[in-house]
């Protein structure tokens, strides 16, 4: 099955992406993922090898909305800036940020084998609803932080969150996210269609909140019943919400509440943090990720793959001097 995209999606960069400062640091290697996106790659430092993921942003692709100032003056997208300002857990961290004339070149933490939800839910996994739980209430936790500070990510999806093998998720992708405001209504939609809330898709200004708990109600849809749950835009706005299969009462009650068409009845992100379902315990270490999904065995252990520390604040996956690189070159499926 193919991605659906998001409006904002960045056309194919080219060989100018790496030149500068950048190309000085890092070396570039093979594209993220199945190839879909010219414009993530890996790199790895030149100086200690750090592992890492590179994003190429277009400048004259960024929209007019989408700038701000920093406080030196430079003029940055809002994506760099909000990622270089945000710090949590369930985040994704800038490593380094770097410009040439075209393009703004961020490293960001390269987080487990990187694989994304999307492909975490095209594997099929064998979820329960604990550890389903213990997936999507960290979404939440990223969420509620960034609502708490007044900003908007607008394009919550699977393919926007990658799962580590403790099931340590972080959310990425910052290239639709905004301020909002209390007296500040948008009109122009910039996520992913299929997650686009009823209301918004039928043409009425939003303040923001009600739109992304939409979008997160898709996102724990799909991550319970591994398809979407509506067909089309008409769908989305008139159609009745249907569970393809039994699940907790807590659960049915809490998609039902996410995805409820009526944006004032909607729950929050507040009320959804508070729900039984997203406070049951969980004994996490119970679960090893290569029973939950199939995966090579860089998947299921990078750490036995990359040497340094995988989760710690300051530092990220470092190249080891063992084969990942060279395999990397000649079969990045094989990695990647
Ligand atoms: P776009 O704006 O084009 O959607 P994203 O920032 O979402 O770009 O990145 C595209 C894809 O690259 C993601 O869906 C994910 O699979 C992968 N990716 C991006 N950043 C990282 C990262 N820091 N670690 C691992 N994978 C990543
Ligand atoms: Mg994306
Ligand atoms: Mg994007």
């Known amino acids: 099955s193919s991605r659906p995209q998001s409006m904002s999606l960045m056309s194919q960069c080219g060989e100018e992406q790496i030149a500068g400062e950048y190309n000085k640091h890092y070396v570039t290697l093979k594209q993220i993922g199945k190839g879909a996106y010219g414009c993530v790659k890996m790199a790895y430092r030149r100086s200690d090898r750090l592992l890492a993921v590179a994003k190429f942003i277009l400048k004259e692709k960024v929209g007019a909305a989408f700038w701000t100032e920093a406080p030196d003056g430079r003029r940055l997208p ?12 369930n985040i994704v961290r800038v490593i380094d940020v770097f410009e040439n004339e075209k393009y703004f070149q961020m490293v960001m933490e390269k987080h487990g084998a990187g694989m994304d939800l999307f492909e975490f839910i095209e594997r099929r996994p064998r979820l329960d609803e604990p550890l389903l739980s213990y997936i999507f209430r960290q979404i939440g936790q990223a969420v509620e932080y960034l609502h708490c ?27 639709s996210a905004t301020y909002m405001s209390k007296d500040t ?9 299929e997650y686009c809330s009823p209301e918004v898709l039928a043409g009425n200004k939003y303040a923001g909140p009600e739109l992304e708990m939409w979008s997160m109600g898709i996102t724990l849809y799909v991550l319970t019943f591994l398809v979407n749950p509506f067909s089309d835009i008409e769908d989305i706005i008139q159609g009745p919400l249907t569970l393809p299969q039994i699940v907790s009462e807590d659960l049915d009650q809490l998609l039902r509440w996410m995805l409820c068409k009526d ?6 992100v507040a009320q959804l943090m508070a729900h039984p379902w997203i406070r049951q315990p969980v004994a996490i270490n119970n679960y090893v990720f290569q029973d939950i999904v199939d995966c090579d065995r860089h998947e299921a252990n990078p750490e036995m793959y990359f040497s340094g520390s995988l989760g710690s604040p300051r530092s990220g996956s470092l190249v080891s001097l063992a084969d990942p690189l060279a395999k990397e070159r000649s079969n990045p ?3 990647v």
């Not at 209504?185 to 992913?192: A, I, K, N, W």
């Not at 944006?263 to 929050?268: F, K, Y």
């Open 78 to 89: 809002l994506e760099l800036s909000l990622l270089m300002t945000l710090e949590h857990p």
């Open 149 to 175: 500070h007044n900003i908007l990510h607008r394009d919550i999806k699977d393919e926007n969150v990658i799962i580590d093998n403790k099931f340590h998720v972080k959310l990425i992708d910052f290239g």
């Open 185 to 193: 209504l948008f009109s122009t939609f910039y996520g992913t269609t």
């Open 263 to 268: 944006p004032i009845h909607r729950c929050s």
């Open 333 to 335: 499926s094989e990695l």
